[in-house]
């Protein structure tokens, strides 16, 4: 069984790339890793302790060259039996091309590694139910949602070989290049807390940032709190934002709209704070506390500092 997984490397590894990885190593057989970008080889050897046996990282491709990312994939995975992607910007943009070039089955969005009959678990419907989908072709091509498996140490640093290849003329540019915002990255957070327009102004959005401190989380918002710039777009999770499946999602103040759901109902647990108690999130939430946040929220604090003191 040959494994092959893709990961971008024009910026620091992510979990997510430790998480298609161990995925990719538990389907059995060899893992190789193919990266596209400029990252320094020595950070990518690390990939071995996942599971990696091999990394082989191009860098005279630009990681965000779709075309030319396919066309490279396409050359070193004929003899592959899975190729493994996150379900990211990436993932999103380069597996739908490679399934057509390979004539591939492709399964997007798995959240769990086959079943005994080969089926794969995925989200359907925004997360609001989940299937199971089974490729007939001999090579099959998956594309992760992150925060789905747990990243498992494995093995040890394994070796890097660079090369150098394109195809034709490389037609994207990076021009500047903006990081992501905030000391946890929100698709990387297992913890999120979240509020919205129940917290009345950016003002109060202090008590926010010290529970998530307290807690070891990220900090979101809903899509009127960024639209209205009381935080920054990058925090807004929803449909038409980012969508997350933390661990742990506290929503403070958001009544759960369908759209804000449809971005973070993958949750394993979420928690809502509101003090109306015909708000939809309680429909949706494990936990519910019908409390104004004002008092609720400084309280919780206060418990989970008190439990890490001990």
């Known amino acids: ?32 890793v193919l990266a596209a970008g400029k990252l320094p080889s020595q950070d990518l050897s690390v990939l071995g302790t996942y599971g990696a046996d ?5 860098r005279s491709l630009v990681a965000n060259d779709d075309q030319q990312i396919t066309m490279w994939l396409a050359n070193y995975c004929k003899e592959a039996n899975n190729i493994v992607f996150s379900h990211d910007f990436n993932g999103k943009a380069i597996a739908p091309r490679l399934s057509v070039k390979l004539k591939a089955g492709f399964i ?38 992150p925060n789905s498996v747990a990243p498992e140490m494995s093995g040890n640093a394994c070796g890097v070989t660079e090369v150098e290849e394109t195809f034709g003329e490389i037609k994207v540019k990076v021009l500047s290049v903006k990081k992501p915002e905030g000391s946890i990255p929100l698709p990387e957070a297992e913890r999120v807390v979240s509020a919205g327009r129940g917290l009345k102004g950016p003002e109060n959005w202090g008590m926010i940032e010290d529970l998530a401190n307290a807690l070891g989380a990220a900090t979101a918002c809903s899509r009127p709190v960024a639209d209205i710039g009381w935080r920054p777009h990058h925090e807004h999770v929803g449909q038409t934002g980012v969508a997350i499946r933390p661990n742990l999602y506290i929503a403070v103040g958001i009544s759960g709209a369908i759209q804000h759901l449809a971005g973070v109902n993958g949750s394993k647990v979420i928690v809502v704070i509101n003090p109306d108690a015909e708000a939809p999130f309680f429909k949706a939430a494990d936990y519910g506390v019908i409390g104004d946040a004002f008092e609720v929220v400084p309280k919780l604090i206060d418990a989970v500092k008190n439990f890490r003191a001990n």
Not at 9 to 26: C, D, G, I, M, Q
Not at 127 to 138: L, R, S, V
């Open 108 to 145: 997007s969005g798995a959240i769990a590694l086959p079943e005994n009959d080969g089926s794969i678990k995925v989200n359907v419907y925004s997360g609001k139910a989940f299937g199971f989908m089974k490729c007939n072709t001999t090579q099959k091509i998956i594309s992760l949602l």
């Open 54 to 58: 091999e990394v082989i990282v191009n």
């Open 1 to 32: 069984m040959k494994n092959i997984v893709f990961i971008p490397a024009n910026s620091p590894l992510t979990k997510a790339s430790f998480e298609v990885v161990s995925y990719a190593r538990n389907l059995g057989g060899t893992v190789t």
